[in-house]
């Protein structure tokens, strides 16, 4: 059903980056995945989110789960 959901949601060139990001970090797919899943079923998704759109969800979530590391040399 969430493939379904997904390939309704997503235009074409939205579904290849999220294809290439679930190659790289599926835990970051598995959350954007679930978002979009949230959005249709609350029935709060109008049309269907492009490849900009998904960048920017993209970087929301990344954005909570993105580490810094800082080097300090003595």
């Not at 309704?8 to 579904?15: F, H, I, K, N, P």
């Not at 959005?39 to 993105?66: A, F, H, M, N, Y």
Request: hydrophobic share 40%.
């Amino acid at each position: 059903m969430r493939e379904n959901v997904i390939r309704v949601a997503l235009t074409s060139e939205a579904r290849q980056r999220l294809a290439n990001i679930r190659m790289v970090k599926p835990d970051v797919a598995h959350a954007i995945e679930e978002y979009i899943t949230q959005l249709v079923s609350s029935g709060r998704l109008k049309r269907t989110i492009d490849d900009e759109q998904l960048k920017g969800l993209l970087t929301t979530i990344q954005g909570t789960t993105k580490k810094e590391f800082k080097i300090r040399r003595i």
